[in-house]
Antibody
Framework: QVQLVQSGAEVKKPGASVKVSCKAS????????IHWVRQAPGQGLEWMGW????????NYAQKFQGRVTMTRDTSISTAFMELSRLTSDDTAVYYC??????????????WGQGTLVIVSS | IQMTQSPSTLSASVGERVTITCRAS??????LAWYQQKPGKAPKLLIY???SLQSGVPSRFSGSGSGTEFTLTISSLQPDDFATYYC??????????FGQGTKLEIK
């Protein structure tokens, strides 16, 4: 069965960076994109971007450009999301999601369990 | 593209029929998905391409609409359905936007 298992919770200081991992199993890792979505406490879902595990290509939401980097290691079927220059506004649960590749877009179907990132001095 | 859901909160009883609306700021054809999220859990895909039911999702869930106006209907609410629902547009490779969410509460 499809599973996305994310790394554990992190506590970071303002100005630091955080790197979250997302290990995929139960499907061919390079046949699907990986989306990253975050959710601040008590708030809605915010799309951050996607990575293409096959090519390494990425696309980031404008809000995060220059601060986010999405990578992958196909040898271990794992995607990574690194967010730099953290502020308290980045405190959130970060989700990865597998995305079906369609002709003109992609659709997130299976999600990881989420990784809580707390930014606090 | 902005996505606007209404209502923000909905109180209903078991067995009731409920409808949630999602409006896009410009046409997205039928590229709309609905997700259900329970507290402390990841979102779950319910509906894709506006009206297609994801495998394993109960048939009491249905979606409709195209262009800029969409609805999610639950025909007969079950206790397990009380959750927050989000619409998401996926009209292109480069931009994906969620609605602000609709919290479905027990009346």
């Amino acid at each position: 069965q499809v599973q996305l298992v994310q790394s554990g919770a992190e506590v970071k200081k303002p100005g630091a960076s955080v790197k979250v991992s997302c290990k995929a199993s139960g499907y061919t890792f390079t046949d699907y994109y990986i989306h990253w979505v975050r959710q601040a406490p008590g708030q809605g879902l915010e799309w951050m971007g996607w990575s293409n595990p096959n090519s390494g290509g990425t696309n980031y939401a404008q809000k995060f450009q220059g601060r986010v980097t999405m990578t992958r290691d196909t040898s271990i079927s794992t995607a990574f999301m690194e967010l730099s220059r953290l502020t308290s506004d980045d405190t959130a649960v970060y989700y990865c999601a597998r995305a079906i590749i369609l002709r003109t877009n992609t659709l997130a179907d299976y999600w990881g369990q989420g990784t809580l990132v707390i930014v606090s001095s | 593209i902005q996505m606007t859901q209404s209502p923000s909160t909905l109180s209903a009883s078991v067995g009731e029929r409920v409808t949630i609306t999602c409006r896009a700021s410009q046409s997205i054809s039928s590229w709309l998905a609905w997700y259900q999220q329970k507290p402390g859990k990841a979102p779950k895909l319910l509906i894709y391409k506006a009206s297609s039911l994801q495998s394993g999702v109960p048939s009491r869930f249905s979606g409709s609409g195209s262009g800029t106006e969409f609805t999610l209907t639950i025909s007969s609410l079950q206790p397990d359905d009380f959750a927050t629902y989000y619409c998401q547009q996926y009209n292109s490779y480069s931009e994906y936007t969620f609605g602000q969410g609709t919290k479905l509460e027990i009346k």
